[in-house]
């Protein structure tokens, strides 16, 4: 019987049903012939050709495996990198459109023998970025050429900025928090606390209001029981008073005008003594010497314009700035120091606690930068580096013993 030709029904059947996939057990990659069923696999296995090519592959199986497994490795990354780029994508997404292709490598040639282990594989060899989820492996490529290193350098290099200055803020606001609680509990300790202030207990309360209450009967009943002239007037009793007795006699006029409760009484007595201690404070803090408290020039931050300091970061510039030297040239925000090296003349942005004061030999001049004296210049006369202290003269002839840290050589 004649073979059927190239347009006739069978032949055109034959050509559609060969479009579609089959199944992958029925696929000879030797031979690189895709049969339909188990029958016609039969008869292609038992075929001259086929014979010929399992010969050749017994003679050196490694050759034959190991080149299948790159070619089937090699076009699956090229898909990847194709199709998806760098972005993170499920496994089996790609390897469903890598088997659309009907003449692909497949996988039972390879010497893996599913797509999970051959995800492990591109996770192991450093290939793509692999992980597993309840769907199942995702993976995602990594480039290798020269403009995706300098881009993944260039968002690491962002990433550590951003970084970096998120942690200079928080170390910012954390100092300005603990400066602010210190100043308080200063101010509190200084401010001296009255006991009429203090909580009370409803024992003490209840003490307070009946005495309050028995003061107030005593002194309308001896109010009432004077005749003539008032106890409250002045010409009467020839007396003059001062500005205390006549807010006093105010105050006790509204209590014989005005019924007033025991809670207000206490509460205008308290008030009243409270005005008295402000006034003798005032009093007492202008008389004071500034000197006489070296705490008040003691502040957290240090840094000032025109001094000369040393970077002690390891890491900043790959620590080429490593106890380097450089001049202040501006100081932002009180902690943050625009910086030019005195070697090289770069000019850096760095945080005070990256930086140390230099203590210059006698008899240089120095700036106190905190402590007594803050912000005076004045001149090393000694240094006592068993003590870590020196000793420097001020303009006007003062001689003050100052730490290390309290002074920095002057530009």
């Known amino acids: 019987?004649?073979?059927?030709?190239?347009?006739?029904?069978?032949?055109?059947?034959?050509?559609?049903?060969?479009?579609?996939?089959?199944?992958?057990?029925?696929?000879?990659?030797?031979?690189?012939?895709?049969?339909?069923?188990?029958?016609?696999?039969?008869?292609?296995?038992?075929?001259?050709?086929?014979?010929?090519?399992?010969?050749?592959?017994?003679?050196?199986?490694?050759?034959?495996?190991?080149?299948?497994?790159?070619?089937?490795?090699?076009?699956?990354?090229?898909?990847?990198?194709?199709?998806?780029?760098?972005?993170?994508?499920?496994?089996?997404?790609?390897?469903?459109?890598?088997?659309?292709?009907?003449?692909?490598v497949h996988m039972n040639s390879t010497m893996w023998d599913s797509l999970t282990s051959f995800v492990k594989y591109l996770g192991r060899t450093k290939k793509c970025i692999v992980d597993e989820t309840e769907r199942?492996?995702?993976?995602?490529?990594?480039?290798?050429?020269?403009?995706?290193?300098?881009?993944?350098?260039?968002k690491r290099k962002r990433r550590k900025a951003l970084?970096?200055?998120?942690?200079?803020?928080?170390?910012?606001?954390k100092r300005r928090v603990e400066a602010a609680?210190?100043?308080?509990?200063?101010?509190?300790?200084?401010?001296?606390?009255?006991?009429?202030?203090?909580?009370?207990?409803?024992?003490?309360?209840?003490?307070?209001?009946?005495?309050?209450?028995?003061?107030?009967?005593?002194?309308?009943?001896?109010?009432?029981?004077?005749?003539?002239?008032?106890?409250?007037?002045?010409?009467?009793?020839?007396?003059?008073?001062?500005?205390?007795?006549?807010?006093?006699?105010a105050s006790t006029e509204g209590l014989r005008k005005k019924k007033v409760s025991a809670l207000d009484a206490i509460i205008m007595s308290t008030e009243a003594?409270?005005?008295?201690?402000?006034?003798?404070?005032?009093?007492?803090?202008?008389?004071?010497?500034?000197?006489?408290?070296?705490?008040r020039n003691r502040f957290e931050h240090w840094i000032a314009d025109n001094i000369v300091v040393r970077v002690v970061n390891k890491t900043l510039g790959k620590g080429r700035f490593f106890r380097k030297k450089g001049t202040i040239v501006t100081v932002q925000d009180r902690f943050l120091a625009t910086v030019k090296m005195l070697d090289g003349g770069a000019t850096i942005r760095i945080d005070q606690d990256d930086l140390e004061t230099v203590v210059p030999k006698p008899p240089a001049r120095v700036l106190i930068v905190n402590g007594r004296g803050r912000g005076k210049f004045a001149r090393v006369s000694s240094l006592d580096k068993r003590k870590y202290k020196a000793t420097v003269v001020l303009k006007d002839g003062g001689v003050l013993e100052k730490d290390y840290e309290d002074i920095c050589r002057a530009d």
């Not at 990198?81 to 459109?97: C, D, H, M, P």
């Not at 003594?273 to 202008?286: C, D, G, I, L, Y």
Request: proline share 2%; charged share 35%; net charge positive.
């Open 1 to 104: 019987m004649p073979k059927a030709g190239f347009l006739t029904a069978k032949a055109i059947g034959k050509r559609i049903k060969s479009k579609g996939l089959k199944k992958l057990r029925f696929y000879c990659q030797m031979c690189q012939k895709q049969c339909r069923d188990a029958n016609g696999f039969k008869c292609h296995i038992m075929t001259e050709g086929h014979l010929r090519q399992m010969q050749l592959v017994a003679e050196n199986p490694n050759k034959y495996v190991d080149g299948f497994s790159q070619d089937f490795e090699t076009l699956f990354l090229e898909l990847l990198a194709r199709r998806f780029g760098e972005k993170r994508v499920l496994a089996n997404s790609i390897y469903q459109e890598y088997i659309s292709e009907r003449n692909h």
């Open 163 to 173: 970084a970096d200055d998120e942690e200079r803020m928080a170390r910012n606001l």
């Open 273 to 295: 003594a409270k005005r008295r201690q402000t006034s003798e404070n005032t009093s007492h803090h202008v008389a004071e010497d500034v000197e006489t408290r070296p705490h």
């Open 136 to 154: 199942g492996w995702f993976v995602q490529w990594i480039r290798r050429d020269a403009d995706g290193v300098a881009e993944r350098e260039k």
């Open 181 to 249: 609680a210190r100043a308080a509990s200063e101010m509190k300790n200084e401010s001296s606390v009255l006991d009429d202030d203090e909580p009370l207990d409803e024992a003490d309360f209840e003490r307070k209001i009946s005495n309050t209450r028995l003061s107030l009967k005593v002194s309308s009943k001896k109010a009432s029981s004077i005749n003539g002239v008032g106890l409250f007037d002045d010409v009467g009793r020839g007396a003059k008073m001062d500005d205390g007795d006549a807010k006093e006699k």
